[in-house]
């Protein structure tokens, strides 16, 4: 096995109002990690101390081999950074900063970039104050890939894109990773950009990992119930159920442990199972966020 | 390489299996035919804008089910089984099948009222084709 691209371990990060604890991540190199949480979950704050841009008061962190912040710069060359509150000279073209990027980045591509060009539908010769909202996007990712990076820390690629400007977005991080040798990391709110595209899929709410696993066991294993209880029967006790909604004899039963034995475990207590339904990333993320709060409050 | 598979998003079955639905569909049509190569799972993935583990898994349960083999760093290929396009017509059909039956289980319907109801979508179906 080679060595992971990101590993945390036990990372704490306390600011005034918020704290980002216990945090424990891996990600491996040929993979895309979908990072899902509320606003104020803590996603940007680890994606800025994966970035070296902040110091954990706890923990160990290593990107790409390289202990962070200590090893920062080494890191830096072979990370690509997209982040939301990222600026462009508003003065200059896109061409000016595909040439200042080239100038810093040993490993910049031209031929890449020109292809990104043409599949962003981006003009060199554009004024960056002439860019919409899509466009700017487009050519940050585009200055963050065009050196070929081996790690992409994408902070909401995609919020605020039309459909066609996700889908290009979309498309080229699939492409990125045809090179098993590379990773991506990146955060959204859009759960459904995150069930698409990636491998493993990380929960953060309140400054703590809720769940983290890959993608096709997470989708496995979640199921709503609907159940057709006896007469004056109560709604059965299965194993992982997070919510059990009864009214009347009609009950739906949330669990994220299914397996075909839920079957058995229903019908013991004679309750028919009229239908069990799959999950969606969201209706999961929102079900785990919901129970998980419900615990700690209780 | 254009894999002309595509995924819906308002399918209701989990991506993998549109996958394996309409690898085993080429399959079964002859579109790819025994031992024609499969694109790599990147490649496919890429293609197709899902997941590699997505497209891994699809391709793993094609494998079980004898549709492809994979030799280890090769790539993957269609089987090359006699038969193997007519049991794959064979064995969609046993899928609706096994879902009429579990319906019919469901509402209590006993195994004769089940046999005459199908005998009865075979007539129908004879009397459009006239």
Redesign the interface.
Known sequence: MTEPVIELAGVEKAFPFFRLSDIHLRLEAGQIMGFVGPNGAGKSTTIRLLMGMLRQDRGEIRVLGRSMPRDQAAAKRDIGFVSEDMRLYGGTTLAWHMRFVASVRPDWDPVYADLLLRRFNLHAGQAIKALSHGERVKATLLLALAHRPRLLLLDEPTTGLDPVARHEVLAELMDAVQDERRAILFSSHNTQDVEQISDAITFLDRGRIIESKDKETFLDSWRRVHLELPVSGAAPDLPGAVDTTVSGRTAVITTRTYTPDVHGACERTGAVIRDVQRMTLEEIFVATVMSNRRRQDA | MHSGLV?S?AD?R???LQIMDQVRRRVAVGDWPPAFELPSI??L??SV??????VK?AYLELEHEGVIVTRQGRGSFVADSAGLSARLHHQELDTHLAAAADVGR?LGLTQDEIEVRLREALRRQKEKDV
């Open positions: 995924i998003h209701p989990p991506m993998y990147r490649t993935a890429a804008q899902v997941s590699v583990i997505t898994r469901r």
